[in-house]
Structure formats: C-alpha cells, structure tokens
C-alpha cells in the first residue's frame, strides 16, 4: 500500500473483496445493529474491503402492513446509526454500504443506502427508485421513490454501484449505474415466499430472482453482489419467509460463492479486475452500444414515441 | 378458428406455439433452403405456429474472414428466398422469422431478418442494430448497422420481436422491443467457440449467453427463443464450433425445452398468455419503471450528461 495515497493504490490494485452480511432482523434495532457490527467485523476478518448489510437491517421488514407508526422507525443521515456505522469503517478501513429507513424533511421517508468509505466519511445516497407495492411488501405506502437518480461511488477499493432490491428487476437501472462506471453493483433486499403462494410459485419466483441478476452481471460486465435477509418474519396476514441465498457472481454469469436460505452468515469474496477487463475486452459490448436507438426506453409500453 | 377473421382470434388464444429450427450449413444455398423447408414443415407438424430459423441461415458463416466476394451470396427482400417462404407460410399456416444477408442499394448490406404472416405476406424486417466485430467474427466488415430501429411485429398468432444474434447482450434492445408489447423475443443467432479458446473460456461463454437471455427474459416478462446453428465451420483461422443448444425459455426463466450442442434439431413449445398475464400482474415490473431517470442509457460510459 502506497502510506502516503492508500486510495489511488487501491483503487488500481488486481483485486478487491466483497463482503456480504446475511442475518435475521433482531429483536430490537439495537440487537439488529450489534448483529450487524458482528457480520462486519467477521467479514473484515476474512478480508473484506467492501461490506454490504441487507436492505433496511436495522428493522423486521415493517412493510408487511400499512402502519403510520412504523414511520418512528425513520432517521436522518447522518444520524446514530451512520455515526456508529462511519467509526467502525474507519477502524477497520472497510467500505460499507448500510441501507437505511431515511427520515427526510416534510414527513418524506425514503429506502435508501449510505455509502461510507474506508476512511469514515459518508460518499453519498442512494435512494431506492424503484417502489413495489405487492400484498405484503406494502413500499409505495411507506418511501417516496428516489429523487437522486442512479449513481456510483468511489471509494477507495472500487468504483461500486448501489441498488435496493426490487430496482433488481430493471435492467435500466443496472445499466445506467454501470454507465457510470461501477465494478461492482451491490442489491441490498428483502426477499421471501409468501407461505400461501410458496408451492406453487416459489421455486419460479427464486428462479427468476437469480436469473435476472445474472443477466445484469453479464450484459455490464460486472461484478454483483445481493444481500438478502433471511428468517421468517410473521404478520397478521400471514408472514414472509426471507429465502436468503445472498450470493456474488462475476461477469460470465457465474455465481461465486452463495449463503444458504435459511441461516446467517458471511460471505467473502475476492473480485479480480483482471477479469473486468478481459470480458470487456474480448466481448466489446460497450463499443456497440446504438445510443442513438434507445429513445424507446424513456417511453412507457403503448405511449405514442 | 373464426372463419371470417382467424387473425383476431387467433390472437387472443389461450396460447401460441413456437417452432425453432437449428440446423448446419448446408453443401449449397439450395440444400440449406431445402434443410430449412424440411425443418419448417416438421415444427408444422408439430404444432409450431411461429418458427424461427438460424441467422445467416442459407450460407455458410461467412464472416469468419474479410472477403469482398462474399458480398454476392446477398440478396434483396423480398427476392427468391422470401418469395419461396412465403409460399410455404401460406400453406401452412405458418409464422417465419427468415433471417437473410440483405442486399440493399449502393453495395450496402444488412444482417436481416423478414417476417412473414400466415398468410404469406411480408410483415417487415428487422436489420440488426447491435453488430460484432471479434476474431472470426467480423460482422462490421460486411454489415451496415440496422437503419429500422427496433421493432415487434403483429403476426396472425402472436406480437413478435426479432433480434439478432450480438443483439442478445444488450438490455437495452430486449427492453426497446418488449416495450413495443412483443410477447415473444426471437433472437435467430450463430455463436460457438472458437477451439483454441473453448478450454479456458468455453463454458463461461456458455453460461453468458444463456444468463443473458434469460435476464431479459425475466425483466421484460416475455417468452424468449434463441434458435442458434451448429456443427463446426472450418476456415484458414482455425473455424467455429457453433454451439447448437437452442432454447426457449419463459418469463420466469425458466428453460422449456433446449437443443443439443451437436445434432440438428426441430424445437416446438408451447407458449402461454395465461403465464404471461399472471406473471406481469404479480411483479408489475412495467408499472414501476422510472421513464423519468433513464437519459443516462442514451449516452456511452465515460461522456458528459
């Protein structure tokens, strides 16, 4: 390491290593939060530079209902938890990329990851833009969708793009972060079977998932890592069951290394910028872009071009 | 069938079928039209409504080297191969993805492919947009890029898009033409390995090109078709080894039914409106798109916005 320009060095080195931290949400957020700090402290251990915790981990997954009380559980970034989270980064010279239930001005609330970088300091937002609202993953009720667009973050390890879970399902938002220049896209998420519908569609449902984000990691050319939550999560209509399985591919497709459904764990993975730049080179896909072909895509289906 | 408009009708069926024939180059043009008949008239028999053949799928794949000469195997559309096929078309009531090396005005060429109606009538064409330009595969030698856009065609069973081969990698053309409301994406293709390389790339490259598609699959909930060539074509280079191992796949991503690798084959599935219908209305992936935050995808890496 370069002492007097660690980032610059890093930034050029032939690796970097992700660090993924699937759990079970806590039985308070402070349970959550020292869970939390545990998964990163053994993820670092194991070498990770770049850590990423689930998507909204502080909390069981409240949006299984619509309840205005739930919005006590929002908080400002900065706040407490970015202020534990940015010492701890700093210690142990990690990246971490924290999802968070964000309390904005106006009652306004948003999904939303903070990416704070090696060295403690907050890099920026990420605010979901993608907003499902199926039974029992009530989001449009609780985020307003994200005003900042997609966006990357240099930190001193990599360039990493950062996207929450049902933005998973759009290829536009993969592409338009790995535009600007991610290595990595990194999905914090909650995703789970419905115990009613599992037999019939959720072997399907997993299906599609995996399949989706494999597809991302090729058409970029990137590294990707999702980070789900795990554990059963019980509601008056009936629960979610997190189905885990949070997993690295690289840009062939090929999924590193994947946490099982039903435990927690850590997952460590080393991603070689050797391999970023031979896909690329020997499957030049970015030199064949038609962007003078895409207006469609700004468009809806059936809306008059 | 409603006698008097069968079209309507049959386009509101519960299903349609899908017929893919993979083949290798035939001796001749001749013997690879007659291959192509015989493989077109066993998917009728088998039920196949739409049947795609391979890209290129009267030569050899010429594009293993830079030779102007090849510039006569072109031929205009419509001209005598389109003329044959839409004959058989209206004899058997079929739907045909006809991809051809186009001729155009002013020694300008196009890597095509013509629908044509169950009646026998040209449809359009779809000219590939996105085109290659690899070891053994120079594409950009021979191929202006397609000049059409993207596209979807309304056929006599079902709303069609075709794209070509290379086009696979990009998501921003699957997007483009399921966002037209195509409810099947064919992609007539000629990929296979070249043998030096298969070792140490040959099942990443696989795996790639399988990922890919069934991503796009997956995101714009559509059934997708990859009807590719096989057999091995030698040239000065060292040849291709095509691939074969066509497939259809649903919109979970699902693979139905796939080819081998290595022998000629007739592929029919069924495709269903029901599955399409149901999966777009439990993840309504197309309600949620962000049309606002997408001007990113019409600008390369690296440019100003």
Chains 1, 2 share one sequence.
Request: aromatic content about 10%.
């Amino acid at each position: 390491m370069n002492e007097e320009n660690p980032s610059i060095t890093d930034r050029q080195a032939p690796s970097f290593h992700l660090g993924l931290v699937q759990a079970r949400a806590g039985s308070s957020a402070s349970a959550s939060l020292e869970k939390a700090i545990s998964g990163i402290e053994a993820a670092a251990r194991s070498g990770a530079q770049i850590i990423c915790l689930q998507e909204l981990f502080i909390h069981p997954y409240f949006c299984q209902s619509h309840d205005p009380q739930h919005f006590d559980l929002a908080e400002s970034i900065p706040g407490p938890t970015t202020e534990t989270l940015s010492q701890l980064a700093r210690k142990l010279e990690v990246v971490l990329v924290v999802p968070l239930f964000e309390k904005r001005e106006g009652e306004q609330y948003h999904n939303s990851a903070c990416v704070i970088d090696a060295d403690g300091e907050i890099l920026g937002l990420y605010r979901k833009m993608h907003i499902p609202e199926d039974p029992q993953f009530h989001e449009k009720f609780y985020f307003t969708p994200g005003d900042l667009g997609f966006q990357v973050f240099q930190t001193r390890y990599a360039k990493v793009g950062v996207l929450i879970c049902w933005d998973q399902w759009f290829p536009e938002a993969s592409r338009a972060t790995a535009l600007l220049g991610a290595e990595v896209l990194f999905y914090p998420t909650a995703i789970g079977w419905l115990p009613e519908e599992k037999d019939e569609y959720g072997e399907g449902q997993k299906r599609s998932w995996e399949a989706v984000q494999l597809g991302h990691a090729v058409s970029n050319q990137v590294y990707l890592a999702a980070v789900n939550r795990t554990g059963f999560e019980a509601s008056e209509k009936g629960g979610i069951e997190f189905w885990g399985s949070s997993f690295v591919c690289d840009p062939t497709g090929k999924i590193l290394k994947q946490a099982s459904e039903t435990e927690e764990e850590v997952i460590v993975v080393e991603a070689s910028r050797e391999v970023l730049k031979e896909q690329r080179r020997t499957w030049p896909f970015y030199r064949d872009r038609r962007v003078d072909a895409y207006k469609g895509l700004l468009h809806h289906m059936g809306e008059d071009r």
